[in-house]
């Protein structure tokens, strides 16, 4: 692991980003004292799991009924 002072870091951020993210961990110090790490964010990987909601949810009939008047005006600022 690289170490790298802090004023490196910040005039060459572009760089080292392109370097860390081919596979490099950098530490960066401040005055030779350890601060901080930059490294590779490794890509999370989700299992989907299609109908897994399956007997959770309810949707009532009526979900696409129109709004009664005055909840509808209070919607498009009449009240």
Do not use: C, Q, W, Y
């Amino acid at each position: 692991m690289r170490i790298i002072n802090i004023h490196e870091a910040k005039t060459h951020l572009s760089r080292l980003v392109d370097e860390v993210s081919a596979g490099e961990e950098l530490t960066i110090a401040k005055a030779g004292k350890p601060l901080a790490r930059l490294v590779p964010i490794k890509p999370v990987k989700r299992v989907r799991k299609p109908g897994f909601l399956k007997g959770k949810i309810r949707i009532a009939k009526d979900f696409d009924a129109p709004l009664p008047g005055d909840l509808l005006d209070a919607f498009e600022g009449k009240t």
